[in-house]
């Protein structure tokens, strides 16, 4: 079996991005969906790959940004308790089987090349963090202050809030990498 060479993009596909629907109801169990796969598979792999490649801390920070990205399930659940537990998306399952093709590969690369893989996941985070920060859930938000629901409104502000602070630790934790990796080739 080849070795396929990890790609930021191939990661970033692993994503499922939340899904916004007519209906608020609909959008809330895609959002949902999607917090609980960052919570219950995305995270926790990206965190897998650093402790494997040595980066105890960044595993750390993966896991942290999990616990949150789950509080954010929570807090829409709150909002609709008549939600119940949406089904599984049909975009999160693809996301759920890619990432279980590049677990298939990870370990080798990370034998390879260890800060590599783990550069590209800090990478990815940023990538799904800014998204969703910056488009994704602010389309929410307006969606609900458009129907006049203030409360769904000010959840989905607080995720905005909460998903720009990741996007800003995934920052500084990739500039301090990157500024390691450097001292440790000069």
């Not at 991005?17 to 949902?32: L, N, P």
């Not at 939600?83 to 759920?96: F, L, S, Y």
């Not at 905005?160 to 390691?180: G, I, K, P, R, Y």
Request: net charge negative; with cysteine; hydrophobic share 45%.
């Amino acid at each position: 079996m080849a070795t396929q060479e990890i790609t930021e993009d191939m990661i970033f596909q692993c994503f499922a991005a939340a899904q916004q629907s007519q209906d608020m109801s609909r959008t809330a169990e895609s959002f949902v969906d999607v917090e609980e796969y960052e919570n219950q598979v995305m995270y926790p792999e990206f965190a897998r790959w650093a402790e494997k490649a040595g980066y105890p801390r960044l595993a750390s920070l993966f896991r942290k940004v999990a616990g949150e990205e789950k509080l954010h399930a929570v807090w829409l659940r709150e909002l609709y308790t008549e939600m119940g537990v949406p089904g599984r998306g049909e975009d999160t399952q693809r996301a759920i089987d890619a990432l279980e093709t590049i677990r298939a590969n990870c370990d080798a690369l990370i034998a390879m090349n260890p800060d590599s893989v783990v550069e590209k996941a800090l990478k990815v985070a940023i990538m799904v963090e800014e998204r969703e920060a910056l488009s994704i859930y602010p389309q929410f938000r307006d969606q609900a202050l458009a129907e006049g629901d203030e409360r769904a409104a000010g959840v989905y502000q607080k995720v905005v809030d909460s998903e720009s602070q990741h996007a800003q630790w995934f920052h500084a934790a990739l500039n301090d990498f990157q500024a390691s990796a450097r001292a440790a080739t000069a």
